[in-house]
Every structure is written in structure tokens, then in C-alpha cells.
């Protein structure tokens, strides 16, 4: 792809995200194509069906996350072995890395996106395979983030804190957005302390 064409794909990306906050699993081509100021044909040059789309809006949005994640831990991708992680300046601050993550939960744009995409994995298993990739690359990037803290405990151990880490910030975003509940200070600071005993305690 060009400059030029990756440009405009990042354009009617951008367009199309908003259309999925705005309008969720009611997100049309055309609502989308309306919103990049293009005709639908010249949406479905860069993506011929509505599902590739979505898909695409999804991927690049947990992609984001997941980048914010990699800096908040210092956690990269060793070279020779994409599936390995390590820090080259040693393990971040747990609470500075719970702040960070919270710290998404307060743009509401980016947590209604986040809901639909948990509404359109319930009914689409192209979108699930994407969703449960994310939530794999997550989870394993919290256990590496534990196993470095503390390389006394035991694998499964480290594993099944990231994976309780992981539901309990998730499930969090939720009530913290007003979407099933409301929030206060003095959730917000228990959460902040339970999410990092989770890390290392």
C-alpha cells in the first residue's frame, strides 16, 4: 500500500470507529462511507465487506491498548522470539501500571468502543477470534509483567494472577463508566490497591 493509501485506510478508519461508538452493531457502509465523506464503492476498495471493517477497527483499537500496556510495564518484544517478553530498564512500579490502565477507563468514547466490541464477539465469531487473541496477548503480557517481579513464584501461580488482574480491571470498566453502576472515590482507590496485590504482592 502507498503512503497516500495508508493515509486515507487511517482516515476511513477513524471514521469508521466513531460510527461504532456512535452507532454499535447498527454501524453501516454507508453511515461509515458518509462519515469519511466517500461514496460506499470507494469505502470497499480498502475494505470489500463490512465484517473486514469492523474487524480492522477492532484489531487497531486493541492494538492501541495493548501498546499502552507494553509502556506502562517497559515489557517488549525480545527479537529473536516474538512470543517472549523482557524489560531492558527492570520492572515498572505495579501502581503505576494499574494508574495507567484505569487511567483508559476514564475516556468514555474508548470504553463505549470496548463494549461494542464485547456485544459484536457475542455474535460473531470472526470478531470473538480477534477479542480472544487481544485478551491472550494481555493476559500473558501480565504474567510476564508478575513472573519479573516475582520469579519466586510458580508459573501456573503467575498465570492465574494475570488472568484474575486482567477480569477484575476489565470487568471494572463497567461500573467505573457508569454503564452498569456507579463509581466513588473509595472503589476506586480499593480497586486501584486490590489490582496491584494482584501484580505483586
Known amino acids: 500500500m502507498t503512503r497516500q493509501g495508508g493515509v486515507r485506510r487511517t482516515q476511513l478508519l477513524d471514521a469508521a470507529e466513531a460510527v461504532v461508538v456512535a452507532k454499535g452493531a447498527d454501524a453501516s457502509l454507508r453511515a461509515i462511507a458518509g462519515a469519511a465523506g466517500v461514496r460506499v464503492g470507494h469505502l470497499q476498495h480498502y475494505f470489500p465487506a463490512r465484517a473486514d471493517l469492523i474487524k480492522a477497527v477492532l ?5 492501541r491498548s495493548l ?11 525480545v527479537r529473536d ?8 530498564d527492570g520492572a515498572a512500579n505495579p501502581g503505576e501500571v494499574v ?17 461494542e466490541v464485547w456485544a459484536l464477539a457475542a455474535r460473531d465469531e470472526d470478531i470473538a477470534a480477534v477479542v480472544r487473541e487481544f485478551y491472550r496477548k494481555y493476559v500473558a503480557h501480565v504474567e510476564a509483567f508478575v513472573r519479573q517481579g516475582r520469579p519466586d513464584w510458580p508459573g501456573e501461580f503467575c498465570r492465574a494472577r494475570a488472568e ?10 463497567l461500573l467505573r463508566s457508569g454503564i452498569a453502576g456507579s463509581r466513588s472515590a473509595a472503589m476506586d482507590e480499593q480497586l486501584a490497591w486490590c489490582a496491584s496485590q494482584l501484580l505483586r504482592d
Open 59 to 63: 484489531e487497531r483499537a486493541l492494538d
Open 67 to 77: 501498546e499502552r500496556l507494553a509502556e506502562a510495564t517497559g515489557l517488549r518484544t
Open 81 to 88: 522470539d516474538p512470543s517472549a517478553l523482557e524489560s531492558p
Open 99 to 115: 494508574a495507567v490502565l484505569l487511567a483508559e477507563q476514564e475516556d468514555p468514547q474508548l470504553v463505549r468502543l470496548y463494549v
Open 164 to 173: 484474575t488482574f486482567v477480569a477484575l480491571v476489565e470487568g471494572a470498566a
